[in-house]
């Protein structure tokens, strides 16, 4: 597209300005971050903020739950090393005739307790990371709303010299 520029006098300074809305290549790069670019980080800080929360209650959840499966699994596991130690129980099921078909049950309990508590924390770890992934980002974006509000006032101040400068002439 075609690109038009004017040239403004601000405070006894020309500055060539870009009508067209396109960036020109022959303008200098304009300083810092834009007032839309600013807004954006006060948004996606909201945004972090609410999945850090939302984060926080599953892992909280499901902190309990791998504690409970934690508990299960050692449970079966004794089962198990009660069957296999010499005892009471297993001379029982051994004289009854089922301390293999015992032993297989309690051996596929405790196989399926441990898989379903290493799945659980697996899911709990990937949380805290995904949780200290947004807080790492959230620290980057400290200061946006300070920074958002100063651009904001920088910009009208600003305008409002352009506005003063425009009535003198």
């Known amino acids: 597209g075609r690109q038009s520029r004017q040239i403004r006098r601000l405070g006894g300074r020309a500055q060539a300005v870009n009508t067209s809305g396109d960036r020109d290549a022959g303008l200098p790069a304009p300083q810092g971050p ?3 670019e600013l807004a954006a980080r006060v948004q996606r800080k909201k945004k972090l903020l609410a999945m850090i929360q939302d984060l926080s209650h599953q892992a909280d959840g499901l902190s309990r739950r791998v504690e409970a499966l934690d508990q299960i699994r050692l449970k079966e596991q004794a089962d198990v090393d009660q069957l296999e130690r010499a005892g009471l129980s297993r001379l029982f099921y051994q004289f009854a005739g089922t301390l293999e078909e015992k032993l297989d049950r309690e051996s596929a309990q405790a196989l399926a307790a441990a898989l379903e508590y290493q799945t ?4 709990l770890q ?3 990371e995904d949780a200290a992934r947004c807080q790492r980002e959230l620290a980057e ?3 946006c709303e300070t920074d958002y509000q100063r651009a904001l006032e920088a910009r009208a101040r600003t305008l409002k010299g352009q506005g003063s400068a425009d009535a003198e002439a």
């Open 34 to 36: 834009t007032l839309r």
């Open 120 to 123: 659980a924390a697996a899911q």
């Open 126 to 128: 990937a949380l805290e």
């Open 141 to 143: 974006l400290f200061h």
